[in-house]
C-alpha cells in the first residue's frame, strides 16, 4: 500500500500563508483522486479539498477562495496553498488521503493560526 507524508505546517499568524505538501511513494495521483482533511482539537475529520486525476477541484465552502490544491503527478505530490488563514477555525492537523479509496492516514502536518 502506498504511503502518504504529509509537511509544510506551521504556526502563522492570522491572515498569513502556508503550503503544504503530500508526498506518496508512488504515482497514485495519477490515477486517483486525492484530497485534503483536517481534524482540529475536539472535532471530526473534514475533507476540506480534492483533486481529481484529471485536476477538477472541489473545495468545503470554509475553504473556498482561501485554499487552493494542486498536484504534480511527476513528483507523486500534492499542494495545498492556503491563504488568508483564520483563527482559530483554519488550526488544525492537516492530512491528504485519497476520497474514494482511502490508505492508511499519514501522521499529518500541524497548522497552527495565531497572533
Known amino acids: 500500500q502506498a504511503q502518504l507524508v504529509e509537511?509544510?505546517?506551521?504556526?502563522v499568524q492570522?491572515?498569513?500563508s502556508l503550503r503544504l505538501s503530500c508526498t506518496a511513494s508512488s504515482n497514485i495521483f495519477r490515477f486517483y483522486t486525492v484530497g485534503w482533511y483536517r481534524q482540529a482539537p475536539g472535532k471530526e475529520r473534514e475533507l476540506v479539498a480534492q483533486i481529481s486525476r484529471g485536476g477538477t477541484t472541489h473545495y468545503a465552502d470554509s475553504v473556498k477562495g482561501r485554499f487552493a490544491i494542486s498536484k504534480d503527478n511527476a513528483k507523486n505530490t500534492c499542494y495545498l496553498q492556503m491563504t488568508s488563514l483564520k483563527q482559530p477555525e483554519d488550526t488544525a492537523v492537516y492530512y491528504c488521503n485519497l476520497p474514494n479509496s482511502p490508505l492508511n492516514w499519514?501522521?499529518?502536518t500541524q497548522v497552527t493560526v495565531s497572533s
Request: no cysteine; hydrophobic share 10%; proline share 9%.
Open 7 to 11: 509537511s509544510g505546517g506551521g504556526l
Open 14 to 16: 492570522p491572515g498569513g
Open 106 to 108: 499519514g501522521q499529518g
